[in-house]
């Protein structure tokens, strides 16, 4: 059985842009060429593409994705393995939702929070190889010691105050305030700010690059689904949107006032 390059863009969600641009990377050749110049893939396509897909979501570049599939000699194995990742992730997001339903039950019913109820599932050295790989271990090492070193209200209070930043901006989205203005680059300097508290210094670079993850790791991205009001926007495509205004307006700041 084969499917043409439309079926699979469509079965896949992507697009068949993005298919041929993996074939000409070397990520994915077409099983083959028909007369008419048309792709199409078969099974063994299907299986290498999910595995492409699965590894895009975990933030890694096309050229590292490549190296990954190249090194694999049983992708059978190597989909095991993901399988096991992605259902410890499901695990641990289903006690951040307990988390978080708990916190609400009990804030609104006037009941005293537990520290263990409030931050279970928040494991912030679930990241550390991520981290080490992009930024080097040092950076992993001072943010890690920097946030041990707080206390439960302080970790509570910085949590918050992310929240409360990606808000703010959901807000000056709303209203159609440009990125631009100084409301808006206000707000960005209270996130320049809050990035400040674990890394020290931060460069321009590094600030650029962050916002870029914003839009391209839906991880990232899933950090700007709040609209102006405080309701979650639960599509991938308008928190994208959110997260494209958040970016922006990170360039413009780094443009302005970093260098380096």
């Known amino acids: 059985m084969e499917w043409s390059i439309q079926d699979l863009a469509r079965s896949a969600g992507t697009t068949s842009r993005t298919l041929r641009h993996y074939g000409q990377v070397g990520l994915l050749a077409p099983s083959r060429i028909g ?49 096991r990742l992605l259902l410890r992730e499901r695990e641990r997001i289903g006690r951040q939702i307990e988390s978080v339903r708990t916190t609400l039950r009990k804030t609104e019913g006037g009941e005293q929070l537990m520290v263990e109820e409030v931050f279970d599932g928040f494991d912030h050295t679930q990241y550390e190889q991520e981290v080490t790989q992009r930024w080097g271990r040092e950076a992993y090492q001072r943010a890690d010691q920097w946030w041990r070193s707080l206390s439960d209200a302080d970790k509570k209070a910085f949590q918050q105050r992310q929240l409360d930043i990606a808000a703010d901006f959901g807000r000056a989205h709303d209203v159609g305030i440009p990125v631009e203005s100084d409301e808006v680059q206000a707000i960005t300097q209270r996130l320049y700010d809050w990035l400040s508290l674990t890394t020290g210094t931060v460069t321009k670079e590094y600030f650029v690059n962050l916002g870029e993850m914003y839009v391209a790791d839906p991880r990232f991205t899933a950090n700007y689904d709040v609209h102006g009001d405080g309701t979650a926007v639960f599509t991938r495509d308008a928190m994208k949107v959110y997260a494209e205004f958040v970016r922006d307006a990170m360039k413009v700041y780094a443009e302005r006032k970093l260098s380096g």
Do not use: F
Not at 38 to 46: F, I, V
Not at 51 to 64: F, N, S, T, Y
């Open 35 to 83: 007369r008419n110049g048309y792709r199409y893939y078969d099974q063994e396509s299907l299986v290498r593409l999910q595995r492409i897909l699965l590894l895009r979501e975990l933030g890694l570049a096309l050229a590292d994705i490549g190296q990954v599939l190249d090194g694999e000699r049983e992708p059978t194995a190597a989909l095991r393995t993901h399988l």
